[in-house]
């Protein structure tokens, strides 16, 4: 069962992850967050202005979604006053995006006091595989609890 203090903390991301630049990037809903895995599955909804010739969504939007849903998942992990850097992301391509929702799915793969390994998967709603992207990050902890 998941405690009050959790709660607050899942809302308290919810919350976070449903403002700007998410907004920016597309986000509609955040379907599930699992702190004790780590894992985020979200739902993007791609705009026709952030697609390139032929209606295919532009890279550095699928990137984002990746970096955010992975961020995502290893802040319910790690501590919601944790940020969370990119060191290195890698995204692979493998079919095309087309403005239709998406689902995108954040993993934790391995976390440390100041170094995680990430893993994210973008789908269709048919469950193919769109992208993949794994990730390095740098851990600052307390960071949002020193910043009020």
């Not at 403002?19 to 026709?48: C, H, M, N, S």
């Not at 391509?93 to 403005?99: A, Y």
């Not at 709603?125 to 990730?135: E, F, P, S, Y």
Request: net charge positive; glycine share 8%; aromatic share 6%.
């Amino acid at each position: 069962m998941v405690s009050k203090v959790k709660n607050k903390e899942l809302k308290f991301l919810e919350d976070m992850f449903s403002k700007p630049p998410q907004t920016t990037l597309g986000i509609k809903k955040i379907l599930k967050i699992d702190p004790l895995i780590g894992e985020a599955i979200v739902e993007y909804k791609p705009r026709r202005n952030m697609c390139h010739s032929g209606n295919i969504v532009q890279g550095g939007f699928i990137t984002g979604w990746l970096d955010a849903v992975m961020a995502l998942a290893c802040m319910s992990k790690v501590g919601i006053d944790t940020l969370v850097l990119s060191l290195e992301i890698k995204t692979t391509f493998i079919k095309k995006i087309l403005p239709e929702p998406v689902l995108v799915t954040g993993n934790v793969i391995k976390s440390g006091r100041s170094i995680a390994f990430l893993e994210g998967t973008i789908t269709d709603k048919k469950n193919n595989i769109l992208a993949k992207g794994n990730q390095t990050v740098k851990l600052v902890s307390n960071f949002y609890n020193n910043r009020k």
